[in-house]
């Protein structure tokens, strides 16, 4: 499954901006964020759905999210919160 395309995250501006206030995330290219070095959160159309991958609290794998409702946005910013903050007490 590829990388969602540009209008495809156009539908996602609100959920990403609200990523890219996390002040230690970097966004090397559009909808592809990293922590520290690693591949963290990226974002796929699957057959119309758009999924959010987030990568594990473990560091070995993602966590896939629906990020076509609000509800799923929230969750995906929340968890996303919480796995920078572990990263940052490590």
């Given at each position: 499954m590829a990388h969602?395309?540009?209008?495809?995250?156009?539908?996602?501006?609100?959920?990403?901006?609200?990523?890219?206030?996390?002040?230690?995330?970097?966004?090397?290219?559009?909808?592809?964020?990293?922590?520290?070095?690693?591949?963290?959160?990226?974002?796929?159309d699957d057959a119309g759905a758009l999924v959010a991958d987030l990568k594990k609290a473990s560091g070995t794998g993602f966590d896939r999210y629906a990020v076509d409702t609000p509800p799923g946005q929230r969750k995906l910013v929340d968890d996303a919160k919480r796995r920078v903050n572990r990263h940052e007490e490590d």
């Open positions: 969602a395309d540009e209008a495809a995250l156009e539908r996602l501006l609100p959920l990403l901006r609200q990523l890219r206030e996390i002040k230690t995330l970097r966004e090397p290219k559009p909808g592809i964020f990293y922590l520290k070095g690693s591949a963290f959160i990226h974002f796929h």
